[in-house]
């Protein structure tokens, strides 16, 4: 019986994929509450969406 410790990690620099293997990655976000697909949105939406920032708000000082 096999266990996942068993397992030697795969090289992952090994594995190459050809385009045909490939699919396509498909981004969702979240507007107005709904989960959508960006590819759904007009060309307008679409770039307004590539302009997004991205921030991390930091962690608020526990008091004590």
């Known amino acids: 019986m096999h266990h996942a ?3 030697q990690p ?3 620099s090994a ?3 050809d385009d045909s293997e ?3 990655c498909e981004i969702w ?3 107005m509450g ?3 697909p960006v ?3 007009n060309i307008g939406k679409q770039g307004e969406f590539h302009e997004r920032t991205y921030f991390r708000e930091p ?3 526990s008091a004590g």
């Open 29 to 31: 976000t979240r507007v």
């Open 39 to 41: 590819a759904s949105f």
């Open 22 to 24: 490939r699919q396509p």
């Open 5 to 7: 410790t068993d397992r």
């Open 34 to 36: 709904y989960h959508r």
């Open 59 to 61: 962690c608020a000082a």
């Open 15 to 17: 594995v190459t994929l």
């Open 10 to 12: 795969v090289n992952q």
